[in-house]
């Protein structure tokens, strides 16, 4: 019976060890899993900043102009093309609301063209289109 109950605990102890030796090992490689987590998140996070500063280059008005000539071949438009629309007071586009949908569209459209000077695509031989 002692023999029984020996085997038993040597059994278990056996049976603990492992379980300590595989737990052991799942937080190692649960570690290592975490560390290179938090390295490819700081290489995000770097590569993030990296695209927000090339974004604000990008957006700048003259690298804007400079692309548009470039790559677009666009020039300034002439003044004896440029319009320029005005605007009704508000309380005039209040009074009649169909009017003013209408209006209101097609400035909107208008002043989004004519709010800075346009830029117009360069045909061959110099002749606009």
Known sequence: MAYRLNFLLV?????????LVDS????RKLFIDLERAQTRSKELDIQWKQLQLDQLQL???SMIDFRARRDLGMISAAADRTVYL?????ALRRQDASLS???GEAAGKAAAQV????L???TPGGARP
């Open 11 to 19: 059994l278990a102890l056996i049976s603990c060890s492992l379980a």
């Open 24 to 27: 052991q090992h799942r937080a």
């Open 59 to 61: 957006a700048k008005a």
């Open 86 to 90: 005005t605007m009704p007071p508000m």
């Open 101 to 103: 949908m209408a209006a």
């Open 115 to 118: 709010a800075s000077p346009l």
């Open 120 to 122: 117009e695509p360069q």
